[in-house]
DNA sequence: TCGATATTTCGACGATATTAGAAATATCGA
DNA sequence: TCGATATTTCTAATATCGTCGAAATATCGA
């Protein structure tokens, strides 16, 4: 892995609700979690919350799939992996 | 390891210059390399180099020991492998 | 002790990141 | 289509971070 994709997958991990974002994303496991009940968990508004994971995911560490009127995230294991 | 100090490591560590400094200390071994030759190696001016060295000890990354005039300084595998 | 070398501390400025409120978009059921 | 639910986007305010120049501290050799 290159140094500005490390940089870019740390920087997504280093910061409180991201962070417990993530671990609760790999505790969940590959069925993943709604935006609105990782809102409720971390203790975060939806808005805020909805930049938290696109950071992830732009970074790589989670992934996102629409189901109904919820969207799903899920951890990455492969990103993880490369990190 | 809690969240707020996994956040501080993984904060250390999300910055381009202090990322290369850290691999250079792990590359480098347990011998170390002087603050001196990190900043010429890194291309960072001495005291802004100084300011990164301090977050990453700070952080349990790295270690630093005085020798005459210069400081030199490793990485901290024990601190590593707690992250 | 004095001057040279090595590193750190201080102070301030510009850049980036985090958060929140409001509005927009998407999906579903009646 | 309309209203309700779920999430995202936009915008702006505040806070934090990274960098530099200058000054301070530490060590060595003459």
């Known amino acids: 892995m290159l140094l500005p994709e ?12 991201r962070l417990a974002v993530f671990r609760l994303l790999v505790r969940a496991g590959a069925d993943g979690l709604p935006a609105g009940e990782i809102a409720r968990e971390v203790g975060v508004l939806p808005n805020t919350l909805s930049t938290h994971l696109t950071i ?9 799939r629409r189901e109904g009127r919820s969207v799903i995230y899920s951890a990455d294991y492969d990103g993880m992996g490369e990190l």
Not at 59 to 64: Q, W
């Open 6 to 17: 490390a940089v870019e997958a740390l920087s997504a991990l280093a910061h409180g609700h």
């Open 56 to 64: 992830l995911d732009h970074a790589g560490l989670i992934r996102s």
